[in-house]
């Protein structure tokens, strides 16, 4: 008798537990169908062939030092070699992961890989500090697996990231020039 007077008192009260408890399940069982399909997502997202591609790109062409190898072919060749590998993770990052400023975020670097490695003779030695594939692989990385810190860092960069894209490519096109004025008086 007295659990029902309880139970009356906690319903005038507006307190009724049951239903809180169900809502709460309810509310619980959501966010689980919602974290598990997350992770279906990410292991999607990285079992796609774009991805292993992306992987050993940044392999090879950072940790085994190939990128600075390519940049010694002559007359641009290597840089613009080395620029076109850097495409799938602008794909990636725009049309897979879906993220503008990640995707401005693997523009910048791969343009500062790019003007790094256009300056005449020691463009080839920044380019084996200058590590952009593996940056670019770790930025994408941490969007897929929901990295706060990473997402938060390229969010609040973006505008500015933007902005140093539009710096760098008129920086390469005088570092282009220079290299091209360079060449004309050794030959």
């Excluded at 309810?26 to 992306?54: C, D, H, I, T």
């Excluded at 938060?152 to 973006?158: C, I, L, M």
Aim: charge should be positive; proline fraction near 3%.
């Amino acid at each position: 008798m007295e659990s029902s007077r309880r139970q009356q008192a906690q319903s005038d009260l507006g307190m009724n537990f049951e239903r809180e408890d169900l809502k709460r399940n309810a509310a619980l069982a959501k966010e689980q169908e919602r974290v598990e399909k997350k992770q279906a997502k990410r292991e999607q997202m990285m079992n796609r062939s774009s991805y292993r591609m992306m992987v050993k790109t940044a392999k090879y062409m950072d940790k085994y030092y190939l990128d600075p190898l390519i940049g010694l072919i002559p007359g641009g060749v290597g840089d613009t070699i080395s620029s076109l590998l850097a495409f799938p993770f602008i794909y990636y990052s725009l049309c897979v992961v879906k993220s503008i400023p990640l995707t401005l975020a693997v523009i910048y670097n791969i343009l500062i890989d790019v003007m790094l490695g256009a300056i005449p003779v020691i463009g080839n030695v920044f380019d084996i500090f200058k590590r952009s594939y593996v940056e670019n692989l770790k930025l994408i990385t941490g969007y897929i697996e929901d990295d706060k810190e990473i997402i938060s860092k390229v969010r609040k960069k973006a505008f500015a990231t933007a902005v140093l894209i539009a710096i760098v490519c008129f920086l390469i096109y005088w570092v282009v020039r220079a290299a091209i004025a360079f060449f004309h008086l050794l030959f």
